[in-house]
Nanobody
Framework: QVQLVESGGGLVQAGGSLRLSCAASGSIFSIDALNWYRQAPGKQRDLVAA???????NYADSVKGRFTISRDNAKNTVYLQMNSLKPEDAAVYYC???????????????WGKGTLVTVSS
């Protein structure tokens, strides 16, 4: 019943910007960690950025200073602002969240279906 839906991907020139969004819906009691991963063709899925329920953030070294993760708890939404994009940032970007559906729930990992980011050189 819980769904994560990403949006905001597309084609951008190198040096450009995109803002990804991921909205969680369904029977949600609380959302703990919210993460963005990416997977390029033929490569493993890697963590790009993470944000805790308290707002602490963590970034992959390759995106530090260029990407910013944020969340709107009222909207159950996480964002990824991507600036100074490089061709190597091209990938399918996935939203991941640890969500509890009840107070006594330990929480489960949920994934979106991904949004494609293409960066032209």
């Amino acid at each position: 019943q819980v769904q994560l839906v990403e949006s905001g991907g597309g084609l951008v020139q190198a040096g450009g910007s995109l803002r990804l969004s991921c909205a969680a819906s369904g029977s949600i009691f609380s959302i703990d960690a919210l993460n963005w991963y990416r997977q390029a063709p033929g490569k493993q899925r890697d963590l790009v950025a993470a944000i805790t329920s308290g707002g602490s953030t963590n970034y992959a070294d390759s995106v530090k200073g260029r990407f910013t993760i944020s969340r709107d708890n009222a909207k159950n939404t996480v964002y990824l602002q991507m600036n100074s994009l490089k061709p190597e940032d091209a990938a399918v970007y996935y939203c991941n969240a640890l969500i509890r559906v009840a107070p006594q729930d330990y929480g489960m990992d949920y994934w979106g279906k991904g949004t494609l980011v293409t960066v032209s050189s």
